[in-house]
Every structure is written in C-alpha cells, then in structure tokens.
C-alpha cells in the first residue's frame, strides 16, 4: 500500500508529447518497437482522469505518505508498549487499507488535495507497524536469533516491494483503469487484518496454543523484562541522552534517503528515463526488491552464526552490516546513474545495490532490540519515525533536481543520495553500539556518577518495601 503510488502515478498523470525545452541526455523511446500494434506501447484507461501534475507536485505527492508516517511513530511505540504490539499494528493497517481503498473516489473528487489528504492519513496508519513490530519481536525472540527473524519478518516489506509493482504494472497493463490499483491493495490489506485478529498474541505469555516448554523457554531467555512485570514510565531524559540511540538514528536517516528514493522514485527512473513500458516498469521495479529478499536472508544467518561462534561481538555484528547496506549500496547506485541509457546495466547496478541493502535487518533495524529491548517499541519510533523524514525529503527533492527527466539531473540527484548514505555510515561505525544501555533496566546497572535528572521509578512506599526481600531487590531504590 505505501508503494502502489510509485507505479500508479506514472499512469495518472498526463506526459507532455514534446520535449523543446528539455536540455541535456534523453534516452531514446524503444517502447514501440517490434511486436503487433500496441504491444508494448503504453495504453491509457479512457474511463479514468488523467492529471496534468509537474515533477514537483508528483513528488510532493509522494512524499505525502511520510508526513503521516513520522508524526504517529512515537505514539505508536508508546501505545504498542501500554497496550501490546497486536492492536496497535492490526488497527493502523486498518485505516490505511481503508484509505487505500478509498483513494480513487476521494482523487476524483478533490484531485491532488484528496491525493494528498489519504496519503497522509495512510500514513498515520503505517506510523506504529514498525514500533509496533520491533516490540513484538523484543518480546518474543531471544537476542541470538533476532537478526533471522528480523530478516523474515521486515522481509515482508520486501515481498510488498516485488508483488506491489509487478501486480500494479500488470493491472496498468493495456490501458488497465488505475483506480485498480488501490481497491486490491487496500482489499487485501482488509483480509490480512481479519487472520491478524485470529492468530496473533501480544506476549508468549498471552498465547494459548503454545506448549508450556516454548513458553519457558521464551521467559527464560528474552531479555525484555516487560514480559515478567509491568515497566516504569519510558525514562525519556535519559534516551534523549543516550549517544548510542542518536548514532543510530543517524544510521537509520543514511539508509532510508536511499532506501526511499529507491522504493519511490524508481520506478519513474524506469518509466521516464530508460522508457520502459509500464508492464516493464512493474518487472523491472520489483527485481531489486528480489534480490534484497533474498540476500536479507544470507546476512542474517551469517550474522547470527558470527555471533554465536563468538566470532564477533554484537555491537560488532551491527557495524559491519549496516556497511554492507549502506556504503556498497551506494557505490552501485553511483555506477548505475553513470550507464546512461543502458537499460540492461543500468538494472543490473540497481539490482546489486538493493542486494546489498539487505545487510539493513541484520543491522540498523533491530539495533533498538540490543540497546533497550525493554522499550524496543518507543526506541524504534524514535529511531524510524526520525529517518522516516527521509521520505518527505527524497521525493519533493528529486521532483526538484528532476524536471526534465534527464540522464545529468538523476546523476545529481543519485551522488545527493551517495554522500548521505556514506556519510551516516562512518558516524555509526565510529559511535555504534549493539550493548544494552543502563536507562533500559536501571535495577540491573544502576545509575551511572553524575546523573542529576530524578530518578526513573516512583519511590516505593513502605508497604511495598515490606514485600520485596533486600536479597533479590538490589535496585538503588530499594538501597534508599
């Protein structure tokens, strides 16, 4: 649902036939070659508004998704953490499904402000699934597997990034109505939802079908102490202190302004630049996405394997993965803005930078697991709701250094995304951490010298004093 708009816009809007203006290399248009009449050329859906919207508002357009996404990121991890990561991920899927489903009605009504109000709004759905997600997976996968499961899960972004614009570019096919687009989305976002309700748990503890060995098992080797208590207030001034989160959320800007302009803006590459027809757009735009999937995978194992053989530390782990996927990727999107018009070589360097972005769920994604798995949820709003801004960013951005579609403008706007996502990473391979910090469990490590900002938990009264024994409570509150 967040990246049907990418493929769907190229068909809503109206091309302009002459190119006078245009200034600087165009690759040439190849889409009516061989083949019986209309075969590969586009077809637009005479049933359907097309919209005469520049570069500028197509990417204002796009970017409009992130504006929700960013504002209900923290709420999200605050609500999945009060509430439980199943009905605040299953609910915002809802609303965006919804909207998505909507969207057709509401853009021929008001046009480009309906446009941009549903994808706000299906933002705000979006915001808390990857809080929400993040909690659900501190609160159910022990700290060696969490790079595998990290890999599956978020994975599915990569199988919405494959199925979505390959199934968008076959229903665009032939003069397919656009409109299309968003009720099969948004209809198979309502499906999910019902399975979600039925089979999902919040905590092992919670779940009534697991066997009582899995379910210790879990107790016994989760960290996250929110599965066996209820937690203090989120130490809020004590994350906002913490050196090791802001690196982190440093990390997650650099990778998401390429991993953005990618999901966004690249299949208006590969429909506007190298003159693929939109059924080849679809193709072309979910084979990165393949390999990313898939080499997702093969980090993760090895990652965890490292980390089990003591090979490597954890925090070591992290570093090198989130190198893989952000410093690698960028060379290859550089190579690839330097083919030209070679269509063959240019998706041959999109399709290895995105193989190598797959190092992000062995590294950055999860790293708010390893430094507070007790309050997972509001670190990872903290941290993608941050370099989510990435989103509202990248698209206007490009709309900007784009207007003619030219070979030279993507180059600027590719070496913008190279120095981001270079220059993030050596701040995180400096400063990174992967050990969990003293703020996330203060009864384990204490205050560190100097703390002059309160404590994290309410004084306990002498009743509940009386309760605990001095033996098992070696908290400074209980020494006070």
């Known amino acids: 649902m967040r990246v049907c708009l990418s493929m769907t816009i190229t068909q809503m809007v109206l091309h302009a036939e002459s190119s006078e203006h245009i200034v600087g290399e165009t690759c040439p ?39 929700g996404y960013v504002i209900t990121h923290l709420p999200g991890g605050l609500l999945a953490e009060k509430f439980g990561g199943k009905w605040t991920l299953g609910l915002g899927l809802l609303v ?46 022990p700290p060696s597997e969490r790079s595998r499961f990290g890999a599956m899960i978020f994975g599915g972004a990569q199988i919405g990034n494959i199925v979505g614009p390959y199934l968008s570019g076959i229903l665009l096919a032939d003069g397919g109505d656009w409109a299309n687009v968003f009720y099969v989305f948004g209809g198979l976002g309502m499906i999910w939802f019902v399975f979600w309700v039925l089979l999902c748990y919040s905590t092992p503890n919670s779940h009534p079908y697991i066997s009582d060995e899995e379910r210790n098992y879990l107790n016994n080797n989760v960290a996250a102490s929110g599965l066996h208590k209820k937690l203090d207030p989120v130490p809020f001034k004590a994350m906002l202190r913490s050196g ?42 979910a084979l990165p996405y393949v390999a990313m999937y898939i080499c997702s995978f093969i980090f993760a194992g090895l990652c965890d394997f490292c980390i089990k053989k003591n090979w490597h530390s954890i925090s070591t782990g992290r570093k090198i993965y989130t190198t893989v996927s952000s410093s690698v990727p960028a060379v290859f999107i550089i190579l690839a803005s330097y083919s030209g018009c070679d269509r063959l070589q240019a998706v041959g360097l999109f399709i ?44 206007y951005l490009i709309g900007l250094l784009t207007p003619d579609q030219t070979v030279e403008q993507w180059r600027i706007a590719f070496w913008a995304v190279f120095a981001v996502l270079v220059g993030t990473n050596v701040v995180y391979v400096i ?31 002498d009743m509940e004093k009386k309760i605990v024994h001095p033996k098992h409570d070696h908290s400074p509150i209980a020494k006070d």
């Open 431 to 461: 400063w990174g951490s992967g050990e969990q910090q003293w703020w996330d469990d203060v009864d384990k490590y204490g205050y560190p010298p100097g703390w002059k900002h309160g404590t994290f938990k309410k004084r306990q009264t």
């Open 352 to 395: 290895a930078s995105m193989a190598f972005m797959g190092g992000f769920y062995s590294s950055v994604k999860i790293n708010a697991m390893d430094i507070a798995p007790n309050y997972a949820g509001t670190c990872s709003a903290f941290v993608n709701g941050i370099a989510a801004i990435s989103g509202i960013i990248t698209p």
């Open 96 to 141: 965006t499904s919804i909207a998505t489903a909507l969207t057709p009605w509401v853009v021929s009504m008001w046009g480009a402000v309906g446009l941009f109000i549903m994808r706000v709004i299906e933002g705000f759905g979006e915001g808390p699934v990857t809080p929400a997600f993040v909690l659900l997976l501190a609160r159910w996968v």
């Open 244 to 285: 090791p989160l802001w690196v982190l959320i440093m990390a997650a800007i650099g990778h998401d302004w390429g991993y953005f302009t990618m999901i966004t803006d690249l299949p208006k590459y590969f429909s506007d630049v190298l003159k693929f027809n939109i059924k080849e757009t679809g193709l072309m735009s």
């Open 29 to 67: 248009d190849n889409s009516y070659s061989s083949g019986s009449k209309g075969s590969n050329s586009t077809v637009y859906f005479e049933g359907r508004d097309r919209y005469d919207w520049s570069e500028a508002t197509q990417g204002f357009l796009l970017s409009a998704f992130y504006y």
